[in-house]
């Protein structure tokens, strides 16, 4: 047994106080005289052994009452074996955990408010002269110092739900950076957390072994959860007025079936479609949403669903640019091509340029997400190069050869693209054997394929060799494997490459039912593909389109009141925006050039709180090998006796109290009610 205020010990002397009343207390007797002695009836002797028993044990009553009254000042406590000096100077860090998941309810009420009253709780249990340090997901770099314990409970009441999630291992190294400075005093971390199976990191956690670690666990109702898992829209094409179709997800993190889930998407705070899903247990479900009526332009769109009472992943956000057209260039080595333009001046979707091959202006290839190159046969090294970049940085390239002249400028083009380059000119006629419906261009196209399909036949064509080493994809393919239209990948972009001009004499390729769709698709499916959201505290380098600003220019992020700064860094092929940590919240936010929109970037959450799994004690301690850590449950009422029972051992000072009040009592009765004395009877006559 130790003593938390041994200098109380000295109280102790004050037990002579009673041994010396006893020892000077004699019994003085009193003459009683009497007129007649017939009236004296009974005597009472009372013997000086029954006195003297009496005495003694009123001056233990009184002893033991004032020992236990000075040990209860001492505090006296028992020590756990395994904690030595627990009363030296502390530094305690406290995380608290404020995720989505602690918005779910309890009899306490959420889980943060009691996860702030439990980190209160732990700072009472210490010392006014001990140190803290208040830790949340966000690991805001204010939180990374030491503070006193009213600063502590201060930022306690500031602690607010974040998207931000963390696990055991980032959390206790965060931790553990804080002690650094504070090597000679004993340290402590405290996670308090709901511990959902994604706190938990894929490796163990190897805490040090100088630092005590006590993990307080919070339980919630149980209570069902749906959430948003995905969406996506059926064509990446979207067009002024077009109908268009969204896929959306949901899964069920509950163990029981919900049914009727209501659906609402907004674009631009306008209603457009709702609808309802039920989904069984532990599963998804996806519906399909129709809507239509949108402009040209950058479109907010949300998705709601209605959930109770878990509410935090019930919204989710995503953006998208509906063009007013497409720009297509088409590179004539002669006079235009009149298939090209009958196919893309039909559609006031479309904005065809052509230009002659030796009047191209190179700085201005980027402006066009979809480049022909019709019949050129001489092609200079530096359209070689730039075609090179234009297909690199994301463009689409479609290459009709010219058979007559020589084809090493189209050899030497297509070297430089990785592609299949000509071996020989063909001049018998050959029929197309084969289609690969499968291709992204044929999707939507046939709504029934028919058994014998008419294929478009050539009467002469260009064949390649074949190189073992490029990226093809066949589209359209003559017997024996034998190109006539394919597709190849370089950097972001891709090589359409086919074995025919457009003209008559050649093939039928230009007036059959397949070159309007193949030539339709390929130009939409040249509009690069966007992100429709981005994930919080995961997606933190965005891949733009090139972007280029002048000096006095900046990039703004903006959402309502809220702006950020983000770093542009630019790449050979693409501009990189790094959020970092600068958007917490999620939503729809606006990428400006100064004030000039050129972007809406739409940001959720990463999505592993809404499973509301919770591990097992024994799963989190197996994350410690060989480690000793404090597991805690707090029971209803406060949690500062707990901790300091870790702390001190087992504290003893009121059962001191107990002890003192009872023998105080005991002096009591034993004066009242002690009469045990021998009465003996004497007759007079």
């Known amino acids: ?57 009123i001056l233990a009553s009184r002893i033991l009452a004032l020992v236990f009254m000075v040990f209860a000042f001492a505090r006296p406590y028992i020590p756990n074996p395994d904690q030595n000096n627990a009363y030296q100077q502390q530094v305690v860090s406290i995380f608290v955990d404020n995720s989505y998941s602690m918005e779910a309810v309890n009899k306490e009420g959420t889980l943060l408010d009691e996860s702030k009253r439990r980190a209160k709780e732990i700072a009472s249990a210490y010392s006014l002269n001990d140190k803290f340090q208040l830790l949340t997901n966000d690991f805001e770099g204010k939180f990374q110092r030491l503070l006193n314990y009213d600063e502590f409970l201060t930022a306690v009441d500031e602690v607010k739900i974040s998207s931000a999630n963390r696990d055991l291992n980032q959390i206790i190294r965060r931790q553990e950076d804080v002690f650094i400075k504070e090597p000679n005093s004993k340290k402590t971390v405290y996670i308090i957390s709901d511990f959902q199976e994604n706190i938990l990191p894929k490796a163990p956690v190897l805490a040090d072994t100088s630092v005590a670690v006590r993990l307080v666990r919070l339980k919630s109702n149980s209570q069902p959860n749906i959430s948003i898992d995905s969406i996506w829209f059926a064509s990446a094409i979207h067009r002024p007025g077009d109908t268009e179709q969204m896929i959306v997800k949901l899964r069920n993190n509950s163990d029981e079936k919900a049914e009727n889930i209501p659906v609402k998407i907004t674009i631009n705070k306008q209603q457009k479609a709702i609808g309802s899903l039920s989904i069984e247990p532990r599963a998804t479900s996806t519906d399909t949403l129709f809507f239509s009526g949108l402009k040209a332009g950058w479109q907010e769109g949300e998705i709601e669903i209605t959930d109770f009472p878990v509410v935090f992943d019930d919204r989710f956000y995503f953006s998208f640019n509906v063009q007013l057209s497409i720009p297509l260039l088409i590179i004539n080595a002669g006079k235009e091509n009149e298939y090209l333009n009958s196919v893309y001046r039909s559609d006031v979707f479309f904005n065809v340029t052509n230009v002659g091959s030796g009047n191209i202006n190179y700085a201005g290839l980027n402006n066009y997400p979809f480049l022909i190159l019709n019949e050129v046969g001489q092609i200079s090294e530096g359209l070689i190069q730039q075609l090179r970049e ?53 999707k939507g196209v046939f709504e029934n394929i028919p058994q014998n399909l008419d294929l478009p036949v050539a009467k002469k064509f260009l064949r390649y060799s074949i190189q073992n080493n490029t990226t093809k994809q066949s589209i359209l393919e003559f017997p024996g494997r034998v190109t006539f239209l394919s597709e190849y990948r370089l950097g972001r972009g891709k090589i359409y490459l086919s074995a025919v001009p457009l003209n008559a004499e050649t093939s039928n390729f230009a007036r059959h039912s397949v070159f309007v769709p193949i030539m339709y698709q390929t130009a939409l499916l040249s509009l690069q593909d966007q992100n429709l959201f981005h994930k919080l505290n995961r997606d933190q380098v965005i891949e733009l389109p090139k972007l280029t600003l002048n000096a006095n220019q900046t990039l703004k992020l903006r959402k309502e009141k809220f702006e950020a700064i983000p770093d542009l860094r630019q790449n050979d092929n693409v501009s990189q925006l790094y959020v970092a940590d600068q958007i917490r919240q999620i939503g729809n936010y606006q ?25 097992t004690d024994r799963v989190i301690k197996a994350k410690f090998p060989g480690q000793k850590i404090d597991l805690i449950t707090p029971r209803p009422g406060s949690m500062q006796g707990a901790v300091q029972s870790i702390n001190q051992g087992t504290p003893l000072w009121k059962l001191c109290i107990i002890l003192a009040l009872l023998f105080l009592a005991a002096e009591i009765l034993l004066i009242r009610f002690y009469r045990k004395s021998q009465t003996k009877a004497v007759k007079f006559e």
């Open 1 to 57: 047994m130790r003593f938390l205020s041994p200098g109380f010990l000295f109280a102790l002397l004050a037990i002579a106080i009673p041994i010396i009343i006893h020892l000077f207390n004699f019994r003085k007797f009193k003459k009683v005289y009497f007129s007649n002695v017939r009236f004296l009836k009974f005597v009472q002797i009372q013997t000086s052994s029954r006195q003297h028993l009496k005495d003694r044990l």
């Open 390 to 442: 234009f297909v690199n940085k994301g463009g689409s390239l479609m290459i009709f050869p010219e058979l007559e002249s020589n084809q090493e400028g189209l050899k030497t083009l297509l070297k430089t693209l990785g592609t299949d380059f000509p071996a020989e000119v063909v001049t018998a006629e050959t029929k197309v054997s084969s289609m690969n419906l499968q291709h992204p261009i044929f």
């Open 591 to 615: 990428l400006l050039k100064n004030d000039s929109l050129l972007a809406i970037l739409s940001f959720n959450d990463a999505g592993p709180e809404s499973n509301l799994n919770y591990a």
